[in-house]
Nanobody
């Protein structure tokens, strides 16, 4: 069992940056996989990034080179650093963690990129 609490969303101008945080209620060292999805109105859910315990990360083509996923084991937190944000990045971002054959979800945090 793990609870995930997201923070860091907000509104920024194109080209700006945000860092999303996903704090877990337990050590993330035992979590096999963590990552981020996003859901924009009228669009399908998109896997943005994921990171395997040990450091291997993957990114969607749409964010590759702009976003970075990382973990801080001491803080039980996974981050999504988002740079060079574009309007099409606007969505609700959900973190997830896979533990004991179940997928757990954060509550979602809104990211809005507009002029």
């Amino acid at each position: 069992q793990v609870q995930l609490v997201e923070s860091g969303g907000g509104s920024v101008q194109p080209g700006g940056s945000l860092r999303l945080s996903c704090a877990a209620s337990r050590s993330i060292t035992s979590i096999n996989l963590m990552g981020w999805y996003r859901q924009a109105p009228g669009k399908q859910r998109e896997l943005v990034a994921r990171i395997i315990n040990g450091g291997s990360a993957q990114y969607a083509d749409s964010v590759n080179g702009r976003f970075t996923i990382s973990t801080d084991n001491a803080k039980n937190t996974v981050y999504l650093q988002m740079n060079s944000l574009k309007p099409e990045d606007t969505a609700v971002y959900y973190c997830f963690a896979d533990l004991l054959l179940r997928r757990y979800w954060g509550q979602g945090t809104q990211v809005t990129v507009s002029s």
